[in-house]
């Protein structure tokens, strides 16, 4: 079964631009995470999608966005970038299903944005 | 508010000796608790989780951790340390939404480990 993808892999942009990211989930897992990791705040949820709707949501400003399409892949948007949104961004995929509190999630290998 | 605080930044150990890693947390109710790994340049990877039952979890690699209510703890070990266990390890523990569905990890700030040969 392949893993979860994550394309880019790398990414440089500048401020005030705005960029999409994009992951594909295991075939069957209908959740998509996406975390944030910084050196300097570690691990930060973004925003949790499941069968097309935003489940969960973290603490980021409203420039972060994301969507979910009927395949379950899913995109996030950071739009008018800063230069601390320069991180690693990564993506999880799990069944998600009710009563799967307990299911594991899933890591890509991320995408690695810089924001010059 | 939940937290995540792993107080050891950095450890570095020599192979073949025993290895725990910390992990403290705070959390109102039964904690769904976890521990990955992150190699450089990779994604992370589940090595075990607790969420109920016998409080000391086996997961793969042969790492074990052990669920302590009382401490707040559900620290990391492995006996023997192989060079390949040089990585970056995370604590987490997840938030049920209403649903009761976990999908939110909060997550500590990683412990990185150097293994000497």
């Known amino acids: 079964k392949a893993g979860v993808t994550q394309t880019p892999r790398y990414l440089i942009k500048t401020r005030g631009q705005q960029v999409t990211l994009s992951c594909s989930p295991i075939?069957?897992?209908?959740?998509v995470s996406w975390y944030q990791q910084t050196p300097g705040q570690g691990l930060q949820f973004l925003f949790e999608?499941?069968?097309?709707?935003?489940?969960n949501k973290g603490n980021f400003p409203g420039r972060f966005s994301g969507r979910q399409f009927s395949n379950s892949r899913s995109e996030m948007n950071v739009s008018t970038l800063e230069l601390g949104d320069s991180a690693l961004y990564l993506c999880?995929?799990?069944?998600?299903?009710?009563?799967?509190?307990?299911?594991?999630?899933?890591f890509g290998p991320g995408t690695r944005l810089t924001v010059l | 508010a939940q937290s995540v605080t792993q107080p050891d930044i950095h450890i570095t150990v020599s192979e073949g000796a025993s290895l725990e890693l910390r992990c403290n947390y705070s959390?109102?109710?039964?904690?769904?608790l976890f521990w990955y790994v992150q190699s450089p340049g990779q994604g992370l990877q589940l090595l075990l989780k607790?969420?109920?039952?016998d409080t000391l979890v086996q997961g793969i690699k042969g790492f074990e951790a052990e669920f302590k209510r009382s401490q707040s703890s559900f620290n990391l070990r492995k006996p023997s340390v192989h060079w390949s266990d040089a990585a970056e390890y995370f604590c987490?523990?997840?938030?049920?939404?209403?649903?009761?569905?976990?999908?939110?990890?909060?997550w500590g700030l990683g412990t990185s480990l150097a293994v000497n040969p």
């Open positions: 999608y499941f069968s097309e709707t935003q489940r």
């Open positions: 607790y969420f109920s039952g």
């Open positions: 959390y109102g109710a039964t904690p769904y």
């Open positions: 075939s069957g897992h209908r959740s």
């Open positions: 999880a995929s799990s069944w998600g299903g009710t009563g799967s509190g307990t299911d594991t999630q899933y």
């Open positions: 987490a523990v997840g938030q049920d939404n209403n649903a009761g569905n976990n999908r939110k990890l909060i």
